[in-house]
């Protein structure tokens, strides 16, 4: 089992939906959870960060936390086709961040 | 707002060619990093740095990769003797502390 698993899509959403972006993980020793944006050739921009279990809003965006089910996902709410981007969850063990292979977002105007 | 610059932007070698990729860390970081990511696939750890030593290197990080500190702004990555499958985007990281990482925008580096 991969230790941070997370579906490619892509995923194509209406301008203006609420859109839901998942990864789960095998490994407790987790101990940071990011979600980062990520451009076309561009280096992962990070867009929320949090370590407990539980939900962390930021504008329009909410990183929630199931350390028991080891499930955490990303809500962005009133999407906007500039949020089109690929969307990566990540991990910090042992001082390394450990990136699920990220999901390609598409909002369509 | 302070950030991580890398060059160059793109890097195009030879196979078996030397290549130097350099980055510049946010001035008051201590850790610093680098990843790649092969096109089409995830963002994988390559090896992190602190107090001028290696703390924590992956398995892809081998005999032919080097890194270094050579001033008080640079950190580069060294690829000795470069294979087609190098090519990819390398990441610069950095950070102040147990907080998380600031990444610069990547070289494209091609080995032809």
């Known amino acids: 089992q991969k230790e941070v698993e997370q579906d490619p899509g892509p995923l194509s959403v209406p301008e203006g939906a609420i859109v839901s972006l998942n990864c789960t993980y095998s490994n407790s020793a987790f101990q940071y959870f990011m979600w980062y944006r990520q451009y076309s050739r561009k280096g992962p921009e990070l867009l929320m960060y949090t370590y407990s279990s539980g939900n962390k809003e930021d504008g329009r965006f909410t990183a929630q936390v199931d350390k028991s089910s080891k499930y955490i996902s990303l809500f962005i709410r009133d999407s906007q086709p500039s949020d089109s981007a690929t969307y990566l969850c990540a991990m910090i063990r042992d001082d390394k961040i450990i990136f699920g292979k990220g999901t390609r977002l598409h909002i369509l105007p | 707002e302070p950030e991580v610059t890398q060059t160059p932007s793109h890097q195009v070698t030879q196979m078996g060619q030397e290549v130097i990729l350099r980055c510049v860390p946010i001035s008051n970081h201590l850790y610093f990093y680098w990843y790649r990511q092969i096109l089409g696939q995830k963002v994988e750890f390559l090896v992190s740095f602190y107090n001028n030593e290696i703390s924590e290197k992956s398995e892809i990080f081998d005999d032919q990769f080097s890194v270094e500190r050579p001033d008080g702004s640079n950190f580069t990555l060294k690829i000795r003797s470069t294979k087609l499958e190098d090519s990819a985007m390398y990441f610069c990281?950095?950070?102040?502390?147990?907080?998380?990482?600031?990444f610069g925008p990547g070289t494209r580096l091609t080995v032809l």
């Open positions: 990281a950095s950070t102040a502390g147990t907080d998380t990482q600031y």
